[in-house]
């Protein structure tokens, strides 16, 4: 049992690094962020003070691993956008990610319940509660292609 708790974690662990790793390398091949945040006109002066602000000016490695360090502390970075920390952005937005997250689960755990119940209501038919059943799981189904009225 312990080993498969072990086999388990590393495999977490692995796949973490993986996605990170992924992470950091999409985000570095869209090009210079110092670039992208001073605009096309900026001197050369200032996308070097912007490289070393940002820890640009270090090896990938090291930006790397500066990354993974400010990750597992928490350290979020601030936001380009709106200039407060992003871990405070992800704060403000996470009740509403919860209620949409549940919601969701809950609708995906409505349906195979509904499948359930109509394929035990279908090979009794006659019956009034299959009637009842067939009836609720039509109720919850969504109409996918119905044009909303606005």
Do not use: W
Request: aromatic share 6%.
């Amino acid at each position: 049992m312990l080993r498969a708790i072990l086999m388990r974690a590393g495999q977490a662990l692995l796949g973490l690094f993986a996605l990170t790793l992924l992470l950091f390398t999409m985000v570095r091949l869209t090009g210079d962020p110092a670039y992208f945040l001073t605009g096309p006109g900026a001197s050369i002066e200032t996308l070097e003070r912007v490289r070393a602000r940002l820890g640009l000016d270090h090896s990938l490695p090291v930006q790397y691993f500066t990354y993974i360090r400010n990750l597992l502390t928490g350290d979020l970075g601030d936001s380009f956008r709106f200039g407060i920390p992003v871990s405070d952005l992800v704060l403000q937005r996470l009740p509403a990610t919860l209620t949409m997250a549940i919601a969701a689960s809950g609708h995906h755990v409505s349906r195979p319940s509904n499948s359930g119940c109509a394929r035990t209501a279908s090979t009794r038919p006659t019956r009034k509660a299959a009637a009842a059943v067939i009836n609720a799981s039509l109720l919850s189904i969504e109409p996918t292609n119905a044009k909303r009225r606005e």
